[in-house]
């Protein structure tokens, strides 16, 4: 169906010049004075009447991505045709409208002199090809676009421009690369790939000083210069490839503008941006199917095989009432040839606001787009995007009687360069190969971007601000004090969320197979009820750049992982992200830890380690990735901690999961009557209607300024470990290890040899941990190193952690055991003699005959010999270890468990 | 003409019928110069213009009100209306709007100005005439479009005053069914509470307007019309017409004007409004004085948001409500069944302006949805999308046995987060988005409550007897003693004006407070009792300022903060107890 499609003539030599004629007055002819540049008070031409019809015709061939939609009643157009080259852009109306939004502000000409037909496009063509001098200075008129001006300009841009305009700020580049231009070699690529496009970087317009005024006008006019820039584009091509065939390419080079010096917010967009190029920031939350829209009607007569094709005009086709072979002339026998016609991709879709730039409690605005041929499902739905585009208005009714006002407009964008932001680049498509492929300078930013666009721009007098921040000696207190303010005290639990907003960095080492070592640093928090833990969670997840808040109670396996659904349009399954993924590169707050299903819990442990979820559901396996670091809180089993027991029996967690934390808090009630006058007095100010003196100087940081430096942080520092941080690591380390020998040899003396009582304090996960916090805390600090400071403060904080979190209650030792296998070295010797005594019971049973008795007359018979209570827990994990050593087996389960001693094994 | 401060009832009629042929004259006479900024600057002069006419409230009740109900009889379009509703959308499309277009006539060269504002309607051109899309004097300006529908829960005393109130009730009951579909999109899916009569517009706003909060309440002004909307486009129903209002001004809807009819509260009234509104309570809770202080307490909360934490805000719980004996009706949607539960909504809706019962019956629990979600940039209200203030009654008497799916899950979970952090999530594509809110609620349930609420209050045996009492008799709606409609009026008001009253702690009593506070953990620590926590500190704080503000008090006093510890010292004995007695 695309032989006509195809056949669309290339630089204007052929039959769609002939349009030209019916537009001569289109174009202004001014007198060759100096044309004053900027501001530009060029009185703006307008012709009147008879180009009315012909506006707009033009729109035939294979369009730039933004061909006509739907049209409007056509007035004068301002269209400029390049022989049939990318006409699409402009749409009678919308043109005007931007047109006359300028001719308000600047000063009108009297509308005598309007009309004078200049000299049109094709001949100015003509004789530039021709090398002929031009006489007259020529504009668009309504525009300040002077034809010749630009193509000049642009031809130079295209020709000269080298990474040495604008050089990245730290670049590896010998002066022959500097020096290099980068677009001829990007034309190259064009042609080698076939993908007719160039991404041209708005920014490198502007960098290069005889192109300078091009940004300005084509923001201004999109719709006059884009296409005088693809012409441009298109001889440029031909110049470096002669041979190249256009038409068998079928698509015209086309030039993607993008990377705009100012990003409009969405909802600033207004009237006075109608045809200029916008660039705006988003979501894409809906895409439509592709829609193919007829450029051209192929017509044939039933008689007698007269044919006719109709092109699209004002987004209507006006089919032939009757032949037109004079032979014929029968009425109503012309009939459309769809297969004969020429079509083209069309896709609307939406784009959201991202909550970054959602006033206080408002809702997110959205806004239509609508995408041709290649831009057509260049991104999906979720992708966050930013869109250059063209901001445009079109009637509410389509094709109205003409005798009315049309009063009401819609609006949207016609798409001219989609870049996706942020992470996540799971598809490469034809636009994003593009966008890697652009120059090099584009590519320092692209880097940049991938990073973490999502939050603007940080303008520099806010960077003065953070790096002022950041030379301040109390920075952590300060940070810490402003996280929660409403929650008194605390203050190394504080400093712990703190790091892990920060986070540390994530390893990829290049060596093949070696293992990606997450940056992420988990939290726990355990601890008595009403000591707010629920309000640090939701004060941690109104922080975090990005993060879900979830509780474990309420959410089952599939509100926190990835589930698959079937999408009620397409009938098709969908992954649908939950809490864990929807989090990826953020916090994930879950409350209530403890009260979750252990299916959950199992998809818990791959995210914590692996940061990835594996999904295998309805015929769908694939793993998404959830590099979250996770915030919990528990509760002890009996409501209140126990402080007799390990934190293992405390709380109702598997051990396992409970080591995979970096940091574990336990937030106990305490009593301390000084501090609980102030608390007191803490939360009587709040509600007092009046705000809170706080006891210290420490001054506060603002939630979104806070979040504002957290983003920035996060975004912008990458700190490595200096060989003295190394050190002190490895020192920090070892100290850790060494602690248990230590405090062991102190506190019990000699009847507890360190070596034998067979304790660990440290493993290589605290080593991990350590080297996570010190990097979160350079982070913090912006410094782009990790430094021995860095690692005191997050040795100190994981000694606090594991002091209050891995001690043997009933040594007062610190066993990281306890946190690993939940059983600590005293237990393992109680455990020992406990199975012993055992082993001796059972054996005198079974030479009693008895065989099988209950689990629970067991242990009462265990307990009549001890002169202590024998904490079930470790009868439980003697007879588990007995039945793994075959002694005994066990029948049914809960209260009702027998156990059957098996005679062979005694 | 406007200036005069009496104005005409004619004249305030020719603004009610023909709103556009003012705004036109209006336009000829102030904007003789057609540039942008005239033209931007109309809307503020139109806004002012009809605000003087409708300054007081006589001329004001000249406007009818909107009800779709009357739609296609009473109302006509282009006239004026008047609508209090609820921001259901505030962003359903954006649409630019040409103000002011240059017509121009093809065969004489002459040119005109057509200016059209406050309307989606059409100028129709004679023949020969047609616009000048190139002129340069064309005007375009922009206009939000949202989509409110009347709102939810709001009770019936502060319905606007109509003449035949009752009548029209009556026929948007039957009628507003009908109305919605013949024109406009379905919007069934736009309103909180399902199965409830409602109206619902499109509002457009024009500079200097802008469109308000999600959610938030308005009185809107505007001019009545079935028009178009942009977004519709899109959806492929382009030809269905709207019912659409032009604001012309709107203001936002607080509940202390909604009845303006008695003098202002005195503050040494504020002791005899507090007993009449205490003894009125307590007769309604079958005599149970404790539980109606708290009831009492839980009406005047609110939420206050200091710093991160959210303050002041007394969700209840009255446990002891016995079990309806009715059997399940099938789909009873958003009613209670209960009549002990409808006892107590019914005399609630006497005193708040808007309140809603969510009855947890499993079946709506699974069925319906609590949290708006929007898809493809339309917003879907669920049950808890209501205004600031309103009160919410969860009634768990209605739950039985049975499993609980996954939307039900996520729907207690929605209230139980809209009870805590008083937030409720909106459910954007690919993006949730927490609002604020500043919801009351009150569970009644007969064991404790599956929610975590900020204080339970068991009923004392006499109450549970005088609501057990209800379940037998069918007829229990006409045992609730028709208030007198003066004192009704005045509850009303103590209730409002106490509830946004400035308070303080003074720091002799603050100190008083903290000291309290650790002794009394040091000595429950000594004794090897529980300790006290902060939760509950917070409480009896919470407790001890709604009893400063019940009495008119801008600063606790000790003995408000007395009287504070007393109730709750008297709450949790009674819990203790029935615990006690239920076990």
Redesign the interface.
């Known amino acids: 169906m695309s032989g006509e499609h195809s056949s669309s003539p290339v630089l204007g030599h052929d039959s769609d010049m002939e349009d030209f004629s019916g537009r001569a007055d289109e174009y202004n002819t001014l007198p060759a004075t100096p044309m004053p540049f900027s501001p530009p008070p060029l009185p ?1 031409g ?3 009447g008879g180009a009315n019809r012909q506006a707009g015709v033009a729109s035939s061939s294979p369009q730039l991505g933004f061909s006509d939609m739907p049209s ?5 157009s301002s269209q400029l045709a390049m022989g049939g080259m990318a006409m699409g852009y402009s749409e ?2 919308s043109s ?2 931007g ?3 300028m ?2 502000q600047r000063g ?1 000409r009297p509308r005598g002199e309007l009309g004078f037909g200049g000299q049109m496009l094709s001949s100015e063509l003509g004789a530039m090809e021709g090398g002929a001098k031009p006489v007259e200075i020529r504009t668009i008129w ?1 525009t300040v676009v002077q034809v010749r001006d630009v193509m000049a300009k642009f031809k130079d841009f295209l020709q000269h421009f080298a990474a040495v305009h604008r050089p990245p700020a730290e670049h590896t580049m010998t002066e022959t690369e500097l020096q290099e231009p980068v677009y001829p070699r990007l034309i190259r690529r064009m042609h080698e790939t076939e993908i007719m496009q160039l991404n041209v970087d708005a920014q490198n317009l502007r960098a290069f000083a005889p192109s300078q005024r091009l940004y300005r006008l084509v923001v201004d006019y999109p719709q006059e210069v884009l296409p005088i820039m693809d012409y441009v584009l298109t001889e440029q091509y031909l110049e470096q490839f002669p041979d190249a065939n256009l038409e068998l390419a079928q698509a015209e080079p086309k030039v993607r503008v993008y990377n705009l010096s100012t990003s409009t917010n969405m909802r600033d967009l ?2 006075s941006d ?1 045809d200029k190029l916008v660039s705006v920031r988003g ?1 894409l ?2 895409a439509s199917g592709v829609i193919p829209d007829m450029q051209k009607a192929f017509y044939r007569c039933v008689q007698c095989e007269w044919t006719t094709t109709v092109e699209l005009d004002k987004g209507v086709i006006s089919a032939p009432t009757q032949c037109g072979n004079s032979g014929c002339l029968k009425k109503d026998a012309v009939q459309l040839m769809p297969n004969r016609s020429a079509y083209e991709d069309k896709q ?1 879709a ?1 784009l ?1 606001e ?2 970054e730039v ?1 006033p206080d ?6 806004v ?1 787009l609508v995408a041709h041929s290649e831009l057509v499902d260049v991104a999906r ?2 992708d966050r995007l930013e869109v250059t585009g063209i901001y445009r ?1 079109e009637p ?3 094709n ?1 009687r ?10 949207f964008i016609d798409v001219v360069h989609v870049r996706r932001l942020g992470r996540g680049r799971v598809q490469r498509s034809t636009a994003q190969g593009l966008d890697e492929a652009s120059a090099v300078v584009d590519q320092q930013r692209e880097a940049d971007d991938t990073h973490d666009a999502r939050d603007g721009e940080f303008s520099e007098s806010e960077t003065a601000e953070f790096q002022r921040w950041a030379r301040d000696p109390r920075l952590m207190d300060i940070l810490a004090q402003s996280l ?3 929650i008194h005290g605390l203050d190394d639990v504080k400093r712990g969320l703190l790091l892990q907003l920060f986070g540390g960095v994530r390893k990829q080492y290049e060596r093949a197979g070696a293992p990606r070592s997450r940056g992420d640093i988990n939290v726990l928090l355990v601890g ?5 833990k ?2 640090l969670l ?2 941690v997840h ?1 922080l975090a750049p990005r993060g879900i808040y979830t ?1 474990g109670k ?3 396996a ?2 926190l992982t990835a589930y698959i659904t079937r999408d009620p349009d397409t009938r098709q399954l969908v992954l649908e992200s939950g809490a864990l993924v929807l989090s990826d590169d953020g916090v994930c707050c879950i409350d209530e830890f403890d009260k979750m299903s252990d299916s959950t819990r199992s998809v818990l442990h791959e995210v914590m380690e692996q940061q990835t979820i594996s999904i295998a559901k309805a015929g769908i396996i694939t793993s998404l990735n959830a590099r979250c670091s996770i915030l919990a809180a528990a509760n002890p089993v009996d409501s209140k901690w126990n402080r007799q027991l390990s934190i293992v029996e405390n709380i109702n967690l598997p051990p396992t999961l409970v080591s995979r934390f970096d940091l574990v808090f336990i937030v106990l ?1 305490s ?1 301390d ?2 501090s ?6 803490h ?8 705000p ?1 003196e706080s006891g210290d100087s420490l001054p506060q940081v603002p ?1 979104h300024k806070l979040t504002r430096y957290i983003s920035y942080a996060r975004r912008s520092v990458r700190p490595e470990i200096s060989d003295d941080a190394a050190d002190a690591l490895t020192a920090a380390y070892v100290d850790l290890r060494r602690l248990g020998r230590d405090a062991g040899a102190t506190t019990s003396g000699a009847v507890q040899q360190a070596a034998s009582s067979g304790r660990v304090t440290a493993t290589a996960r605290q080593l991990e941990s350590m080297i996570r916090m010190a990097e979160a805390h350079a982070k913090m600090r912006l410094s782009s190193s990790v430094e021995p400071l860095d690692v005191e403060i997050a040795a100190k904080l994981m000694r606090e952690a594991l002091r209050e979190s891995a001690t043997d209650p009933r040594t007062g030792l610190i066993d990281l055991d306890l946190l690993n296998t939940g059983f600590a070295a005293s237990d393992r010797r109680q455990l020992d003699a406990l199975k012993h005594e055992t082993r001796t019971l059972l054996v005198a049973a079974s030479q009693e005959g008895a065989s099988s008795s209950s689990y629970q007359s067991w242990l009462d018979r265990l307990n009549e010999q001890s002169y202590s209570p024998i904490p079930p827990r470790l009868f439980d994990q003697v007879v588990r270890e007995l039945q793994t050593e075959g002694v005994i087996s066990l029948v049914g389960s809960g209260r009702n468990m027998q156990i059957v001693i098996k005679q062979a094994a005694i | 003409m406007a200036s005069s401060t009496q104005v005409a009832p004619e004249l305030a009629l020719e603004y009610v019928h023909s709103p556009l042929r003012v705004i036109h004259k209006l336009y000829d006479e102030h904007a003789s110069e057609t ?2 900024s005239s033209v931007n600057n109309f809307g503020k002069l139109a806004q002012e213009h009809f605000q003087t006419v409708f300054a007081n409230s006589d001329s004001l009740k000249h406007i009818p009100v909107y009800d779709q109900a009357k739609v296609p009889n009473e109302l006509k379009s282009g006239s004026l209306v008047r609508f209090r509703c609820m921001v259901q ?3 359903y ?6 103000t002011v ?1 240059r ?1 121009l006539n093809t065969e004489t060269g002459e040119t005109q100005q ?1 200016f ?1 504002q406050f ?9 020969g ?8 004097h ?5 206009k939000e479009v949202a989509y409110c529908v009347s709102i939810p829960g709001q009770s019936a005393w502060t319905q606007l005053d109509q003449k035949d109130n009752l009548e029209s009730a009556m026929e948007a009951m039957s009628l507003t069914g009908a109305a919605d579909g013949s024109h406009g999109a379905d919007v069934s899916v736009k309103y909180p509470i399902p199965g409830t009569a409602y109206s619902a517009a499109l509002v457009k706003f024009y500079a200097p307007n802008t469109a308000p ?2 959610s938030s309440a308005i009185d809107v002004i505007g001019i009545y019309e079935l ?5 519709a ?2 959806s492929g129903n ?1 030809d269905k017409l709207w019912p659409c209002i032009h604001a012309i001004y709107y203001s936002e809807l607080q509940p202390q004007n909604l009845n303006s009819m008695l003098p202002e509260l005195q503050i040494n009234d504020y002791p005899s409004r507090h007993h009449m509104c205490l003894s009125h309570l307590t007769s309604v809770l079958g005599g149970d004085d404790l539980a109606a202080q708290y009831l009492l307490l839980h009406l005047l909360s609110k939420t ?1 948001r ?4 959210k ?2 805000k007394l969700s209840l719980n009255l446990i002891g409500i016995p079990t309806s004996d009715q059997e399940q009706t099938a789909q009873t949607g958003f009613n209670l069944t209960n009549p002990a539960s409808k006892w107590i909504s019914d005399a609630i809706s006497q005193l708040v302006p808007y309140n809603v019962s969510i009855p947890f019956d499993l079946k709506l629990l699974n069925k319906s949805t609590f949290l708006p979600s ?1 898809e ?2 339309d ?1 879907q209200a669920g049950a808890l999308q209501l205004v600031q203030g309103t009160e919410v009654i969860c009634d768990e008497t209605c739950l039985s046995n049975g499993t609980l799916e ?1 939307r039900g ?2 729907n ?2 929605a209230v ?1 987060t809209a009870i ?2 008083q937030q409720v999530t ?1 459910l ?4 949730p ?1 927490e ?2 809110t500043n919801l009351r609620f009150l569970v009644l349930s007969t064991g404790k409550s599956i929610l975590h609420n900020d204080c339970d209050v068991y009923l004392s045996s006499s109450a549970k007897q005088f609501f057990k009492s209800m379940q037998g008799s069918p007829s229990a709606e006409q045992q609730l003693r028709p208030l007198d409609p003066m004192h009704t009026e005045q509850l009303r008001q103590y209730l409002e004006c106490s509830r946004h009253m ?4 003074p720091q002799p009593v ?2 008083l ?7 009394a ?2 000595a429950a ?1 000594k004794e090897g009792k529980k ?1 006290m ?6 409480l009896t ?2 407790v001890a ?1 709604l009893v400063s503000i019940s009495k008119g008090e801008v600063e606790l006093s000790l003995t408000s903060w007395n009287e504070a510890v007393e109730l709750e010292r008297c709450r949790r004995e009674r819990n203790v107890q029935a615990k006690g007695s239920s076990n």
């Open positions: 703006a307008r012709a009147q409007m009643p056509a007035g004068p009678a109306l005007q409208l047109s006359m939004t001719d308000s009108r309504g207004n009237p109608i979501m939350v809906r609307l939406r959201q991202t909550p959602i409690g408002q809702t997110p605005h959205t239509t739905p979720g208005g509410v009714r389509i109205p003409q005798r009315t006002v049309q009063a009401v407009y819609r609006t929660a303010p409403s008595d009820p009403g000591v707010s629920s309000q939701s004060a109104a509780s309420g959410s089952s599939v509100g009630d009593i009557e000084d609980d006058r102030r608390l007191a007095r939360i009587v100010g709040l509600y007092a209607d009046e809170v939630i | 540039d942008d959308d505030p962003s499309g954006e649409e630019l709007h040409l277009a017509v057509k059209s309307t989606d309607m059409e100028h129709t051109l004679s023949d005439w047609e616009v000048d899309y190139g002129s340069a064309n005007v375009f300006t922009e909060k999600v028009g178009r909307n942009a977004k486009q899109d382009e206050v200091v710093q991160d934490a303050v002041g929007a493809d940039g917003l996954e899950v996520r207690l979970h139980q805590i952090d909106y954007y594509p690919f993006q988005i609002m604020p400035e308070f303080s702690i603050s100190d407070i903290s000291n309290e506070y650790a002794q953990r040091r620590h300790m926590t902060q939760e509950e500190l917070a704080i919470t300022r």
